[in-house]
Nanobody, 124 residues
Framework: QVQLVESGGGLVQAGGSLRLSCAAS????????MGWFRQAPGKEREFVAT????????VYADSVKGRFTISRDNAKNTVYLQMNSLKPEDTAVYSC?????????????????WGQGTQVTVSS
């Protein structure tokens, strides 16, 4: 089993930045694509960003493109989400997820392991 633990969430003013981290432990051998998803109160969980095992491929939701950057350090079993120019509508619980294989895509069902999530609140 792979365990994922997110950190770095918090309260920030609109226009500010946060950097989320997701540390993987357990059976981390093998290739895993990684993704970030978020869920706002009363809304469905939605895709934010994904990165391939090699780090060479990334995909972003249109709502965060140009503001968020996903990256990974496989030596540290950690994936990051740098969030700049934050908006109140970015407020949500952010969760990282791992999907077996080199690339997992944007669909929730492609991911088999999930973290508990970290709260991000953006004030206006």
């Amino acid at each position: 089993q792979v365990q994922l633990v997110e950190s770095g969430g918090g309260l920030v003013q609109a226009g500010g930045s946060l950097r989320l981290s997701c540390a993987a432990s357990g059976r981390t051998t093998g290739t895993y694509a990684m993704g970030w998803f978020r869920q706002a109160p009363g809304k469905e969980r939605e895709f934010v960003a994904t990165i391939s095992w090699s780090g060479g491929s990334t995909v972003y939701a249109d709502s965060v493109k140009g503001r968020f950057t996903i990256s990974r350090d496989n030596a540290k079993n950690t994936v990051y989400l740098q969030m700049n120019s934050l908006k109140p509508e970015d407020t949500a619980v952010y969760s990282c997820a791992a999907g077996r294989g080199g690339y997992a895509g944007t669909g929730i069902n492609a991911y088999t392991h999930w973290g508990q999530g970290t709260q991000v609140t953006v004030s206006s």
